[in-house]
């Protein structure tokens, strides 16, 4: 009888156990080896499954060492670069590499990339442009493939094709010396918009946009714009003149009356850019306002933009 419970004791714990399970077994509920672990912003189920120093946090492995105050600015430098000040957003990061950097604590790339991204958004400076390119790259030399801070990195980098920026040298394995190599490419004329806005807008303003944006002086004002941006390397111009329209009462009672318009002188500073564009536009904008023949006074500052 005991020899028949002895086999039954043994029957059932084997039956609890796997003679197949081993430590690197999924199903034996042992972490995988150090080499199967994930890396810093790959996915995770658990901590267990993330490499040394790190955490899981929403299905991602993410470091432990941070800087407080390191944060809190990069936290202001994204609200700030989504209310559009991009200047402030990139101080606000470069404040918050600056508290890392003081705290000895090795900066996260997602703070790099976010500052990388802030700086290629204010590319209209080549200085940031050309930053902004360095700091992604870095950026993206140390996210992996497939996280979304790299597609974040890549989308920012795109704009920079613009500026100049050669994708070529994205694909080395360090941060190169410069990116901005190729020229900025110059919008299609196409695609300009010539506007006139004034302040304050006379009641004929309609008649006077119309005017200066008819097919004709279109072509004049684009004229400016091509110098322009040749001379500036800027995608838009805007130029404000002073005008008035007076009301002339002719000396003899045969001759109707009449308005006469003037516009008052540049204050632009010859030998510029600026200077260029507001002569060239002031030199296709005098004579189509004195032939549009504006019957109203006025006084104000029309603005005419092409971008």
Known sequence: ?????????????????????????????????????????????????????????????????????????????????????????????????????????????????AYGGALAAAKTRKSHAELGARVLHRCLLAVP?????????????????DAGLDPLLLGGQKVADLYLTKGPTKPSTDKLVVSVTGAPAPKNMQAISDTLTAPGMRAALVACWDQYNTAAKKDAVAVTIGVKSSFVQPEYEDDSPYYVMKLEPSVMPPGTPEGAADACIRQAVEPALKAAKIAEAFTTKLTVSIK
């Open 1 to 113: 009888m005991r020899a028949v419970l002895l086999t039954v004791v043994l029957g059932v714990l084997g039956a609890g156990c796997d003679s197949k399970a081993s430590a690197t077994d999924p199903q034996a509920g042992v972490v995988a080896k150090p080499e199967q672990k994930s890396k810093e912003y790959e996915s995770c189920g658990a901590s267990m499954h993330c490499g040394d120093e790190l955490r899981c946090f929403d299905n991602t492995c993410r470091r432990l060492a941070r800087s407080t105050v390191g944060d809190f600015y990069a936290a202001q430098g994204a609200a700030m670069r989504e209310k559009g000040d991009l200047e402030g957003a990139i101080a606000a990061y470069a404040a918050a590499l600056g508290h890392y950097d003081s705290e000895r604590v090795p900066l996260p790339p997602d703070v790099d990339c």
């Open 145 to 161: 493939a497939g996280s979304a801070l790299r597609d974040k990195a890549l989308a920012d980098l795109v704009p920079l094709v």
